[in-house]
């Protein structure tokens, strides 16, 4: 799957640069931080497995940031690719792609900004 980015930009706060995918400040290091989940807000990609626990973050924050080799927080495009298993969706499933943060519900209150992105997938 993958996802281009058409226009816009998210802040993680009001003093860090833009973003597309994650979070600039840096404590993050380059980790990206969009998710497409399902309707129940669980991650198809990336899998859960994928995901990192940052260590300055209490035990009790939920992961939720990611390295893709080839992605930034501000590339033109973020694709998932050799995928350890494909990824089974049922026809009109309803697919949500969602900012990190929000996601887990952990420092979202000084979040802003919105991007609008093509989706585009594979399948057969």
Request: hydrophobic share 30%; glycine share 6%; proline share 3%.
């Amino acid at each position: 799957m993958k996802l281009v980015h058409k226009s816009g930009s998210i802040h993680c706060n009001e003093v860090d640069s833009d973003s597309y995918w994650g979070c600039t400040h840096s404590s993050y290091a380059n980790q990206l931080m969009t998710f497409i989940t399902n309707i129940n807000r669980e991650s198809l990609l990336p899998p859960v497995e994928d995901l990192e626990e940052l260590p300055y973050h209490d035990v009790s924050v939920k992961k939720h940031t990611y390295n893709l080799d080839g992605n930034g927080y501000k590339s033109a495009e973020l694709v998932f690719r050799n995928l350890s298993s494909p990824l089974f969706l049922s026809r009109n499933q309803e697919l949500q792609i969602w900012y990190g943060q929000d996601w887990v519900g952990f420092s979202e209150d000084n979040n802003s900004g919105e991007t609008c992105v093509d989706v585009y997938a594979w399948y057969m």
